[in-house]
């Protein structure tokens, strides 16, 4: 049963810590991509990922990091550094950075 | 800088009904478009690709145009019914190997 995975679906945050956000595909997907959704917004990036060890920041990178070490993952950390985190965060990945894009169903982080 | 914007913001209409929904883009210089489903508190489900080369690509009761001379793409929905009440977002990308730009949305709801 191929597609992505996001966990947890619900994530609640102290002031102060650091989470992270887990996105597993089982496409062999090249691309993968991190985006942020608030109410009454569209998605903005956060990040993305042509191929294994390599990735970009996109338009609202500051306050999270990512890594990807291998092909189906792409974990999202949420530093203290993010001031507004509260909000919908929505993993993608495409066979190639040019492709369909396909997502997963998200992950609704809350700062309380 | 692409940008995409989506109007109206909301339409309600009867069951039965044609629908267009629009989708305007700044540069016309994209590589393709993507159209998405989004349901409350849910990912995004794709629901159409159009390389910047087609005109137009078609899906059961939803076809896509793209005219990207006067950056303007809509999404058809014929014969609406209560299921197709979602947010539809319309996505362009600029360049291949780049991440989706997004609009705000459209949500349609379908009365009975």
């Known amino acids: 049963d191929g597609g992505i995975t996001q966990s947890p679906k619900y994530l609640f945050r102290k002031e102060g810590q650091n989470v992270t956000l887990s996105c597993e595909q089982n496409l062999n997907h090249d691309a993968m991509y991190w985006y942020r959704q608030d109410p009454g917004q569209g998605l903005r990036l956060i990040y993305y990922?042509?191929?294994?060890?390599?990735?970009q920041k996109g338009d609202i990178a500051e306050g999270y990091s990512v890594s990807r070490e291998k092909k189906e993952s792409f974990p999202l950390t949420v530093t203290s550094a993010q001031k507004n985190p509260t909000a919908f965060y929505l993993c993608?990945?495409?066979?190639?950075?040019?492709?369909?894009?396909?997502f997963g169903q998200g992950t609704r982080l809350t700062v309380v | 800088k692409q940008e995409v914007t989506q109007i109206p913001a909301a339409l309600s209409v009867p069951e039965g009904e044609n629908l267009v929904l629009n989708c305007s883009f700044t540069?016309?210089?994209?590589?393709?478009l993507q159209w998405f489903r989004q349901d409350p508190g849910k990912g995004l489900t794709s629901l159409l690709l159009i390389q910047s080369s087609q005109r137009e690509q078609t899906s059961g009761r939803l076809n896509a145009s793209l005219d990207k001379s006067s950056g303007r793409s809509t999404l058809y929905i014929a014969a609406s019914q209560p299921g197709d009440s979602a947010t539809y977002l319309c996505a362009v990308r600029s360049q291949a190997g780049t991440a989706l730009i997004f609009g705000k949305g459209t949500t349609l709801s379908v009365s009975s």
């Open positions: 540069d016309s210089a994209i590589y393709n």
């Open positions: 990922s042509q191929i294994v060890n390599d990735f």
């Open positions: 993608a990945s495409s066979i190639s950075g040019s492709r369909e894009a396909f």
